[in-house]
C-alpha cells in the first residue's frame, strides 16, 4: 500500500512568540511519524500566513529554506482564522491524501495526530479532536463556549461538542468542502454536513504557550453571531414567535381597555401608553436589526468575493537553487523577491 501523505496546515497570525516552538514541536513529530513509516516523506506543514504585521512570514520563510518538510502560503492580507484555515486545506488537498488543520499555539495535543492518521488508514473520512474537558480554559471561555454549543444545538445546528478546527480531513471529503462556495463559511457547521464515515479522538487541551489569544471577546461574540446566522433561521422565527404575542396581548389589553372606556372607568394612562411604546419600539429595532443581518449576508454571498488571496505560495513552488541558504533576515524582502521569481517561473 502507498503511504499516506499527510498536510498539517497551521494558521498564523502574530505568531512570532510561539512560532519556533511550534515549528520545532510539529517538525520533530512529523519526521518521527516518516521514520516510524507511519505516513510517507512526502508529507509536509503548511503554515498559513494571515497577514501577519509581525515576523511570522520571514520565520516560517527562513524554516522552509532550511527544511524541506516546513512549507508556507503567505495570504495578502488579515481574512481571519476559517479563511486562512481553508487556503491551507485547499492549497494542501491536491498533493495530499489527507489534512490536519491545527492552531499554532499548540493548545491542541498534538501526540494524538498519530490516532487521527490511524483512523485515516481504518477508512475515516473525517476524524474530529474532542477536548475532554476545558480545565485550562479561563472560566469565562470555557462557560461562553460551552454554552454557545448548547445553543446552537437547540436551534438545530449539528456541531460536535467541545470541537474546534483540530481535524483531519480526507483529499475526499476536502473536495467535498470545496464545493460549498457560500463566502460565510462556519467550518464546525460545514464538516458534519459533507457527511462521510467520522471518528472522534479525545485529547486534554492545554493553554497557549506564548502569545496572546487572538480571539478577544469582540471577536468570540462576533464568531459566534455568524456561526448562529449562518446556519440558523431560528433567531428570525423568534422574533416572529414574539411579534405574534405581542399582537395577541395587545388584541386581549386593547379588549380590556376598550371596555374600561365604554364603562367610564379609563383613567389617564400615560404610563401603560408610553411602556408599551417603548416595548414595541425595541421590539421592532430588534426584529428589524436582526432581519437586517440575513439581509447582510445574503448581500455578502451575493457579491461571491474570493475569501482570500494568496501572496506567495512556497508550498507548491520548488525553491530556487540560489535562494537556499540565504542569509538575509528581515520579511518585506523575501515577499517581494519570491512573488518576481514566481512570475518568471
Ligand atoms: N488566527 C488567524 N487569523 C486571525 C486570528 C487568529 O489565522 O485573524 C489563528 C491564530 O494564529 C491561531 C488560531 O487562529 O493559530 C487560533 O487563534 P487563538 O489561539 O488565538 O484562538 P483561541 O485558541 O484563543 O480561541
Ligand atoms: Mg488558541
Same mark, same amino acid.
Not at 510517507?40 to 509581525?54: Q, T
Not at 520563510?61 to 476559517?82: A, D, T
Given at each position: 500500500?502507498?503511504?499516506?501523505?499527510?498536510?498539517?496546515?497551521?494558521?498564523?497570525?502574530?505568531?512570532?512568540?510561539?512560532?519556533?516552538?511550534?515549528?520545532?514541536?510539529?517538525?520533530?513529530?512529523?519526521?518521527?511519524?516518516?521514520?516510524?513509516?507511519?505516513?510517507?516523506?512526502?508529507?509536509?506543514?503548511?503554515?498559513?500566513?494571515?497577514?501577519?504585521?509581525?515576523?511570522?512570514?520571514?520565520?516560517?520563510?527562513?524554516?522552509?529554506?532550511?527544511?524541506?518538510?516546513?512549507?508556507?502560503?503567505?495570504?495578502?492580507?488579515?481574512?481571519? !482564522?476559517?479563511?486562512?484555515?481553508?487556503?491551507?486545506?485547499?492549497?494542501?488537498?491536491?498533493?495530499?491524501?489527507?489534512?490536519?488543520?491545527?492552531?499554532?499555539?499548540?493548545?491542541?495535543?498534538?501526540?494524538?495526530?498519530? @490516532?487521527?492518521?490511524?483512523?485515516?488508514?481504518?477508512?475515516?473520512?473525517?476524524?474530529?479532536?474532542?477536548?475532554?474537558?476545558?480545565?485550562?480554559?479561563?472560566?469565562?471561555?470555557?462557560?461562553?463556549?460551552? %454554552?454557545?454549543?448548547?445553543?446552537?444545538?437547540?436551534?438545530?445546528?449539528?456541531?460536535?461538542?467541545? !470541537?474546534?478546527?483540530?481535524?483531519?480531513?480526507?483529499?475526499? %471529503?476536502?473536495?467535498?468542502?470545496?464545493?460549498?462556495?457560500?463566502?460565510?463559511?462556519?467550518?464546525?457547521?460545514?464538516?458534519?454536513?459533507?457527511?462521510?464515515?467520522?471518528?472522534?479522538?479525545?485529547?486534554?487541551?492545554? @493553554?497557549?504557550?506564548?502569545?496572546?489569544?487572538?480571539?478577544?471577546?469582540?471577536?468570540?461574540?462576533?464568531? %459566534?453571531?455568524?456561526?448562529?446566522?449562518?446556519?440558523?433561521?431560528?433567531?428570525?422565527?423568534?422574533?416572529?414567535?414574539?411579534?405574534?404575542?405581542?399582537?395577541?396581548?395587545?388584541?386581549?389589553?386593547?379588549?380590556?381597555?376598550?371596555?374600561?372606556?365604554?364603562?367610564? !372607568?379609563?383613567?389617564?394612562?400615560?404610563?401603560?401608553?408610553?411602556?408599551?411604546?417603548?416595548?414595541?419600539?425595541?421590539?421592532?429595532?430588534? %426584529?428589524?436589526?436582526?432581519?437586517?443581518?440575513?439581509?447582510?449576508?445574503?448581500?455578502?454571498?451575493?457579491?461571491?468575493?474570493?475569501?482570500?488571496?494568496?501572496?506567495?505560495?512556497?508550498?507548491?513552488?520548488?525553491?530556487?537553487?540560489?535562494?537556499?541558504?540565504?542569509?538575509?533576515? @528581515?520579511?518585506?524582502?523575501?515577499?517581494?523577491?519570491?512573488?518576481?521569481?514566481? @512570475?518568471?517561473?
Amino acid at each position: 500500500m502507498e503511504q499516506t501523505i499527510l498536510t498539517i496546515v497551521v494558521p498564523c497570525y502574530n505568531e512570532e512568540e510561539v512560532l519556533p516552538y511550534t515549528i520545532s514541536e510539529l517538525g520533530g513529530l512529523l519526521k518521527n511519524l516518516i521514520m516510524e513509516g507511519l505516513i510517507s516523506h512526502k508529507s509536509r506543514i503548511l503554515f498559513v500566513d494571515d497577514g501577519s504585521k509581525d515576523r511570522t512570514w520571514p520565520m516560517i520563510y527562513k524554516e522552509g529554506l532550511r527544511n524541506e518538510q516546513i512549507r508556507g502560503l503567505k495570504l495578502s492580507r488579515n481574512v481571519g !482564522h476559517q479563511n486562512a484555515l481553508l487556503a491551507g486545506l485547499f492549497t494542501a488537498k491536491d498533493r495530499s491524501d489527507c489534512v490536519i488543520s491545527i492552531d499554532a499555539d499548540l493548545q491542541d495535543d498534538i501526540s494524538v495526530i498519530r @490516532e487521527f492518521i490511524e483512523k485515516f488508514d481504518e477508512g475515516f473520512d473525517v476524524v474530529y479532536g474532542v477536548r475532554k474537558k476545558r480545565d485550562k480554559d479561563s472560566l469565562f471561555k470555557r462557560t461562553t463556549a460551552e %454554552a454557545f454549543y448548547k445553543l446552537m444545538r437547540k436551534m438545530g445546528v449539528d456541531l460536535i461538542y467541545n !470541537h474546534a478546527d483540530y481535524r483531519l480531513m480526507s483529499k475526499r %471529503a476536502l473536495d467535498e468542502l470545496e464545493r460549498f462556495d457560500e463566502v460565510n463559511l462556519f467550518l464546525r457547521g460545514i464538516v458534519p454536513m459533507i457527511g462521510f464515515r467520522s471518528a472522534s479522538v479525545y485529547y486534554d487541551r492545554r @493553554e497557549r504557550l506564548a502569545g496572546e489569544t487572538k480571539y478577544p471577546l469582540k471577536k468570540m461574540l462576533a464568531f %459566534a453571531f455568524d456561526g448562529i446566522t449562518s446556519f440558523s433561521v431560528t433567531p428570525i422565527r423568534f422574533v416572529l414567535f414574539i411579534g405574534c404575542t405581542s399582537f395577541l396581548v395587545s388584541l386581549i389589553f386593547g379588549s380590556y381597555f376598550l371596555t374600561l372606556k365604554f364603562m367610564g !372607568h379609563t383613567k389617564t394612562g400615560w404610563t401603560s401608553l408610553i411602556t408599551s411604546i417603548w416595548l414595541i419600539g425595541g421590539l421592532q429595532l430588534i %426584529a428589524i436589526g436582526l432581519v437586517g443581518e440575513y439581509i447582510g449576508k445574503i448581500y455578502k454571498e451575493s457579491k461571491r468575493r474570493p475569501k482570500f488571496s494568496v501572496d506567495i505560495d512556497f508550498y507548491n513552488l520548488p525553491l530556487p537553487d540560489h535562494l537556499k541558504n540565504t542569509d538575509r533576515e @528581515e520579511g518585506e524582502t523575501f515577499g517581494r523577491d519570491f512573488g518576481t521569481l514566481s @512570475e518568471t517561473n
